[in-house]
């Protein structure tokens, strides 16, 4: 029912910056609650951002609370993660996600996924 399509990932060096946008679709009369998660290679996908259908609550994972923001566009279709201070153990897929019913730090929350987009982080 909702497409996300992600953007924006790349090749940056450590101490970059970069932006993920997602767009979201098929649902023109939901303000749904959206998140960012994100997988390293090798490991389990891990929360990173979500932000709530109004743009009111936010939720941070603590490992980027000092280096990450989560915003929205007013007509809630978009949605962003700006990433500063870049690390190496910051790359990973980052996926963008979406709920109708909650914001929240779970992956069981989100029933709609993006297809992801690599974010890699030399040193």
Not at 62 to 90: A, C, G, W
């Amino acid at each position: 029912q909702v497409q996300l399509v992600e953007s924006g990932g790349g090749l940056v060096q450590t101490g970059d910056s970069l932006r993920l946008s997602c767009v979201a679709s098929g649902a023109t009369f939901s303000r749904p609650n959206m998140a960012w998660f994100r997988q390293p290679p090798g490991k389990e996908r891990e929360f990173v951002a979500a932000i709530a259908g109004n743009g009111g609550t936010i939720y941070l994972a603590d490992s980027v609370t000092d280096r990450f923001t989560i915003s929205r566009d007013h007509d809630n279709h978009t949605v962003y993660l700006q990433m500063h201070s870049l690390k190496p153990e910051d790359t990973a897929v980052y996926y963008c996600a979406a709920s109708s019913s909650y914001t929240s730090r779970s992956l069981a929350s989100y029933n709609y996924w993006g297809q992801g987009t690599q974010v890699t982080v030399s040193k």
